[in-house]
């Protein structure tokens, strides 16, 4: 479980806000003596003065060197002190002012935000952005007029900047947005070792995992005393409340996932999918090359990275038709087209290029399904036999309105094909030790690895048709073995 504490230099700095036992002030929190490593611990710095050796300079510093998670950091604290920094982080920002009314040359304006949130509309892209990029809980921000508004300064203010009953009231609601668990009062019920967040997109056509699998993912969590709590992207600077993130969204490098990700394993969480997982599955370039540098059996392939008639009599003669084009981080059959001679070759790489700068031309093997391994900590998990779509030649089929998958047939990892499993193991172990997908064809004694996905999909009456519940428990037992064994670590 996490221990939140709020620092203020005086309690007094706290008066207008729901009082709570975890506000705390410096002089308390400089006395402390060194907590449990076991507790992961966040501190909310709101001291008064951020600048160099002054107290809110200092929380954070002690609050690193503890090993608590300090907001703001001290690198925020010291990339807003640094006029050259700061300046960096400013690029882009001001398309983010393009809706500001026209000013006159020495015109400036002001506007505060707390936990990327204000009172004043035209602002709220900007605060939002620039909470990303310095995130502290109160920021002042100043903008001048020189041809066009820019920023002229970012400034972390104290509580007692906020006079106005507005905003003293929105200040209380952001706060508990960002950081729920500091309002909620003890309860009577089971506490649980550990929490558990999971990443999802309420509004994602085709998740990783349906709704009765991800309150199945939970009710075993909470059986093995983990508690969880689904979070979306805008839950992005609560990571550190968590012990361990589990993403269950379609995860693309070029996509906040992956930031999640990244910020999780640097506070160190547990993460499933760790980002170089996500690295080094979702881009197919990448992947289709390092099956290749280690001999691991696939369907022939081309990296292609111009659409010359040269390039292409090159693969009709490698490969020969029909043959496969992918652009490197498609998913769910999306981004694949079959070619059936020179002309559909020419005509679909012309397309594709438009929106990657290299192709993966790839041997078309039909078969009547695909397996899909799922692999879990270098140890096979479950077995599924993916079908074709009727008269399709892929597993899924995207129409217009909607998208049409073919059937599925799951069985014991055990019964699978002796060189399927061996196959999917010695991919895996290529990529790292998290949970992956790995998709397989199997055409008399040829065995070729299609792809291996960072982040499988877990699908109620799907992947989970043998194992039941089982399949749960097994994915959040690792989760606790993994959180357990980082505690041991000197």
């Avoid at 992961?40 to 060197?65: F, H, M, P, Q, W």
């Avoid at 300046?87 to 020495?106: C, I, P, V």
């Avoid at 040829?446 to 291996?452: D, F, G, K, L, T």
Wanted: hydrophobic share 35%; glycine share 4%.
């Amino acid at each position: 479980m996490s221990q939140f504490y709020v620092v203020v230099d005086k309690l007094s700095d706290w008066q207008p806000y729901y009082p709570s036992q975890d506000v705390i002030t410096f002089d308390d929190y400089l006395e402390q003596t060194s907590n449990s490593k076991k507790k992961r611990v966040r501190i909310i710095n709101l001291c008064r003065d951020y600048r160099y050796l002054k107290t809110g300079y200092y929380c954070s510093l002690l609050a690193e060197a503890r090993d608590h998670n300090a907001f703001p950091s001290v690198k925020t604290i010291n990339d807003m002190g640094s006029h050259s920094l700061a300046s960096l982080q400013f690029e882009k920002t001001n398309q983010l002012m393009s809706n500001l009314a026209h000013g006159q040359n020495g015109d400036s304006l002001k506007f505060r935000c707390w936990f990327g949130q204000t009172l004043q509309p035209q602002f709220e892209k900007l605060a939002n952005t620039l909470f990303e990029r310095f995130p502290t809980p109160l920021l002042e921000v100043t903008l001048t007029y020189k041809d066009a508004w820019q920023i002229k300064r970012v400034k972390a203010i104290a509580l007692s900047y906020l006079k106005e009953a507005a905003e003293q009231e929105a200040f209380a609601n952001a706060f508990e947005r960002f950081s729920l668990k500091m309002w909620r009062k003890p309860k009577l019920q089971k506490q649980f070792r550990y929490d558990l967040a999971i990443l999802i997109d309420p509004k994602e056509e085709l998740p990783p995992s349906d709704e009765k699998a991800l309150k199945l993912f939970e009710k075993a969590a909470h059986q093995q005393g983990m508690a969880t709590e689904r979070i979306t992207r805008k839950d992005y600077m609560r990571l550190a409340e968590f012990d361990a993130l589990f993403i269950r969204q379609t995860t693309s490098v070029n996509h906040y996932t992956y930031q999640f990700a990244k910020k999780a394993e640097a506070e160190g969480l547990v993460v499933i999918d760790d980002p170089t997982s996500i690295l080094r599955c979702t881009n197919k370039v990448y992947l289709a090359d390092l099956l290749n540098t280690h001999k691991v059996d696939t369907p022939k392939t081309r990296i292609v990275k111009n659409a010359s008639s040269e390039v292409f009599k090159t693969l009709e003669s490698e490969i020969g038709f029909p043959m496969v084009l992918k652009i490197p981080d498609g998913s769910f059959s999306r981004g694949i087209v079959k070619v059936e001679n020179q002309q559909a070759l020419e005509t679909e790489a012309k397309t594709l290029f438009e929106e990657s700068a290299l192709l993966l031309a790839q041997e078309f093997m039909y078969t009547e399904y695909d397996w899909r391994i799922g692999v879990l900590n270098h140890k096979p998990l479950f077995a599924c036999r993916y079908y074709m779509v009727n008269n399709h030649w892929q597993i899924y089929k995207h129409e217009t309105n909607n998208t049409e998958s073919g059937g599925f047939e799951t069985l014991p990892s055990f019964e699978a094909p002796k060189k399927v499993i061996e196959t999917a193991l010695k991919a895996t172990k290529l990529i790292g030790n998290g949970f992956y997908g790995v998709d397989i064809k199997q055409s008399g004694d040829r065995v070729v690895v299609i792809e291996v996905n960072d982040n499988p999909s877990i699908e109620h009456g799907v992947e989970d048709a043998y194992l039941g519940k089982q399949l749960y428990n097994e994915i959040i037992k690792d989760f606790i073995e993994r959180i357990d064994s980082r505690g041991k670590k000197p």
